[in-house]
């Protein structure tokens, strides 16, 4: 009985241990308004995202002759169906592009940031545990990723893409991003690998990759969340601005970007076509730059 008694208390303690942290970590967390706020817009844009084709009342690709004017122009917003948000220069519906465009937004700000965090993770863990030679070498190959201008390079291997597509939207942009996150992860792991556990995992006889995997890789993350928590909001203004010059997603596909570039022409008459989209581009960026920086806060060691 006593043994038994002792066992159920050792195998409930950390989980009552493990739930205390994620209560105190909530209340930090919580104690920050903004990062509250931001959280509330990540969780909008996620929600938009995943039920964007129940919530889109029209195809958002399909141009209806009811959705111009008589003068062969856009309409207004009217807040009354079938167009609440009015219609595009060619008479696809408002509300269906910007639910549709929530998706692409968080497809390609998502996935683009997971390849560009694995990347430099992997990068500036083997990077910071090895030192010497290969920390030299590692780390001028990513000197000279950041000497490149991001943008101009996304845009010119985007623009010589036979078929492009969503995917090799955020395969480009992740798989040229990982650089700054190489520097934060080599920081890191130059301070974790002097710990002594480190030492211990050599004294019995640990592979350096299996270091490198159960020991480097996990006590990193926290930064590392952090910094690609914040680059989710970069890329997805980066998918934007390719959208918006015409080399992002690929037509028929609706994106924030190009409803702006779209309504450019518009911009006198109806600014709603600029308006709309720049809001949930705004909210979308702003929420993960708020949560992001609220985890940091959560995450610090010194907490």
Avoid: C
């Avoid at 903004?34 to 399909?62: C, D, K, M, Q, S």
């Avoid at 000197?143 to 490149?148: G, H, K, N, R, S």
């Avoid at 792991?189 to 480097?216: D, K, M, Q, Y």
């Avoid at 690929?250 to 006198?268: E, F, R």
Wanted: neutral net charge.
């Amino acid at each position: 009985m006593l043994g038994a008694a002792g066992r159920e208390e050792y195998v409930e303690a950390p989980a009552a241990l493990r739930d205390q942290r994620l209560y105190k970590a909530w209340r930090a967390f919580s104690s920050n308004k903004l990062a509250v706020v931001g959280l509330a817009f990540v969780v909008l844009t996620v929600l938009l995202a995943i039920f964007a084709p129940w919530l889109e009342p029209h195809n958002p690709t399909t141009p209806y002759p009811s959705g111009l004017s008589a003068i062969g122009g856009p309409l207004p917003t009217t807040w009354h169906m079938p167009f609440p948000l009015g219609t595009d220069n060619v008479g696809r519906d408002e509300l269906s592009q910007l639910v549709a465009g929530a998706r692409v937004s968080m497809e390609v700000g998502v996935f683009a940031t997971l390849i560009s965090m694995v990347i430099g993770t992997v990068f500036g863990a083997v990077s910071g545990y090895f030192g010497g030679w290969a920390d030299n070498l590692l780390m001028r190959f990513t000197d000279i990723m950041l000497a490149f201008p991001f943008l101009l390079f996304v845009i010119l291997l985007q623009s010589v893409i036979a078929h492009p597509s969503v995917v090799t939207v955020y395969e480009v942009i992740g798989g040229l991003g990982w650089a700054g996150v190489a520097r934060i992860a080599r920081g890191q792991a130059l301070s974790v690998a002097r710990n002594e556990f480190v030492e211990a995992a050599h004294a019995t006889g640990a592979s350096h990759w299996r270091i490198i995997s159960r020991h480097i890789i996990p006590n990193i993350l926290g930064p590392v969340l952090v910094i690609s928590t914040l680059n989710v909001s970069g890329n997805i203004i980066l998918e934007s601005s390719l959208s918006f010059l015409g080399i992002g997603v690929p037509d028929p596909t609706p994106s924030w970007g190009k409803m702006i570039s779209a309504g450019l022409q518009y911009y006198q008459v109806m600014p709603t076509l600029l308006l709309y989209p720049g809001i949930m581009l705004a909210i979308a960026s702003l929420g993960f730059n708020l949560f992001g920086d609220g985890l940091g806060r959560v995450l610090n060691p010194r907490r």
